[in-house]
């Protein structure tokens, strides 16, 4: 039989069709196909109108590079876990995890906290529900050179090691994604500093859209040949959001966008001291995401149990009282006539040997054994490995060497918690 040769079949009407050139390009409904198959001159759309309509699928930075879960190199980006508590007026870490504040020169003491997205806001609809706040304290002598106050959130250097990141390379790339509001309309700045190494340093600017308006931010960041990190379990890069850094820190003619070798007296161009030196004024931060690749991707809800369990590797609250009075988070042996303890396994498997962190105030716990109970203060760490924790009350404690007994909260506060946080 010989071949049939055509060159397109046409729609009764004259029009559509499939078409099929010299080259072996086939083209549906396009006269003069471009590719292998070209549907519809570029474009085509799979089933009724409205369903998927595609015109370009750009693969190389989205598909084929970009691993389809475990994106986030970021922890508890949502902001969802607060395990020390909501509010603090302390710096440091106090309320969301794996989330600070620092600075030094102010006049009064900020306010850290867990706070919640409104409804009907941009960043509610997409699934965020919390944010780390920091509200303004009543800075009365004004902004100082040597004033400074961030937000920050440190990378353990193997989970950048392990990335997929080619950092030394500066044709290859990480996404870095956020909200933030700011009760003030200014410009602000972001920082990221490296800690392996010679550390280096690259900035750049966020402005808010309006004060008291959420902001999507996306910043795409280069490798260079400088950066190194190590496959451990140190600090790795520290990223600062600046709400203000006086003279002493920055410079007119500082470099955004780029890294450069850290300087204690150039992080960021001289900055304008609005914020800091309005009272009560808030900032806001949440859906923070750094992913591999130059493209930028919905962000990577976890659950929150999946969140919960990577925040307590650098701090594991493993009893709270949670307002109840004479709850038993042990068991424990009478060590000596003056002394009891207990051993708690820590899971996961901490960062580091961690230190305790326990209510330390009057009659706080209980020890109760051969029916009898001693009130005492508090307790501390004696021995420690990653994974497990004895701990032992030397103080207030009476009874038989030898003998069992249980352990017992004895007011509303009680906590026993250990931090391996970089």
């Known amino acids: 039989m010989s071949d049939i040769r055509f060159e397109g079949w046409l729609h009764r009407s004259g029009t559509g069709g499939v078409y099929q050139d010299s080259a072996g390009n086939v083209g549906i409904a396009s006269t003069q196909p471009q590719t292998r198959l070209d549907i519809g001159n570029g474009g085509f759309q799979v089933g009724p109108t409205g369903i998927a309509t595609v015109t370009t699928v750009n693969t190389t930075n989205l598909v084929n590079a970009t691993q389809l879960s475990h994106r ?58 919390k944010t780390f706040k920091l509200t303004n304290g009543n800075q009365s002598s004004g902004a100082g050179a040597g004033d400074q106050l961030s937000m ?19 044709t290859s790339y990480v996404t870095l ?6 009760s003030v309309n200014q410009t602000f700045y972001v920082v990221l500093e490296s800690k392996d ?18 902001t999507k931010v996306t910043h795409t960041i280069k490798g260079n040949s400088g950066l190194q990190f190590s496959n451990d379990n140190g600090e790795g890069i520290e990223i600062y959001f600046l709400l203000f850094y006086g003279t002493n820190q920055t410079t007119s003619g ?36 750094l992913e591999v690749g130059s493209e930028v991707t919905p962000f990577e809800h976890r659950q929150f149990g999946d969140e919960m369990a990577r925040c307590k590797r650098y701090y594991n609250k493993v009893f709270d009282a949670e307002g109840q009075s004479g709850e038993k988070p042990a068991s424990l042996a009478v060590y000596e ?35 009898v109970s001693d009130h005492f203060d508090t307790m501390s760490l004696r021995y420690g490995t990653t994974q497990t924790a004895e701990i032992v009350a030397s103080s207030g404690v009476s009874g038989t060497a030898g003998y069992g007994g249980y352990l017992r909260s004895a007011d509303t506060d009680v906590y026993i918690a250990f931090s391996a946080e970089l």
């Open 152 to 170: 920050s959130y440190i990378i353990e250097d193997q989970d950048l090691a392990t990335s997929g990141w080619n950092y030394l390379s500066e």
């Open 197 to 214: 190494g010679t550390s280096r340093q690259y900035s750049f600017a966020i402005t808010p859209t309006g004060a008291d308006t959420w």
């Open 177 to 182: 994604s956020f909200w933030f509001k700011s």
């Open 254 to 289: 500082h470099t955004l966008n780029t890294w450069k070798t850290t300087s204690a007296s150039d992080q960021a161009p001289d900055m304008t001291s609005t914020w800091f030196t309005t009272n009560s004024a808030t900032f806001e931060l949440t859906g923070m995401q």
């Open 72 to 129: 986030n190199i970021i922890i508890n980006g949502a902001m969802e876990v607060a395990q020390r508590g909501t509010s603090s007026t302390s710096s440091g870490y106090q309320t969301v995890d794996r989330f600070r504040h620092s600075g030094t020169g102010w006049d009064a003491a900020l306010t850290q906290a867990q706070g919640s997205v409104s409804s009907g806001t941009t960043p509610y609809t997409e699934g965020f529900r």
């Open 337 to 371: 006539t003056n002394s009891a303890l207990t051993t708690i396994f820590n899971f996961p498997k901490m960062r580091v040997v961690p230190s305790l962190d326990i209510t330390n105030g009057t009659n706080k716990f209980m020890v109760r054994s051969n029916s």
